[in-house]
């Protein structure tokens, strides 16, 4: 469906600052007890071990992981015996 109401006002060209969408992510992982931190890890490599899960899939997800903590992303490439790309 097309819209009917009708915009106005002024257009304006901004710079839009880089997004962090991994800082969020990564506070609330390292906010999390030990114990909740390794049941988190277990899911993940569950999830990620899948044999549906292509090992490419499963870089990305890895890389994902390191770019919130990089020592979730070296702890779920060790259990998966993948190479972390980061």
Not at 24 to 45: C, H, L, M, N, T
Not at 50 to 62: F, L, N, Y
């Amino acid at each position: 469906p097309i819209p009917s109401a009708i915009l106005t006002g002024r257009r304006e060209r901004r710079i839009i600052e880089k997004e962090n969408n991994f800082k969020e992510p990564g506070e609330r992982y390292r906010s999390w007890d030990p114990a909740r931190q390794e049941r988190f890890i277990r899911k993940w490599v569950d999830a990620l071990s899948d044999p549906r899960v292509t090992h490419e899939i499963r870089s990305i997800w890895i890389s994902y992981c390191s770019q919130a903590d990089r020592s979730l992303g070296q702890k779920l490439a060790s259990r998966l015996n993948v190479r972390p790309t980061m």
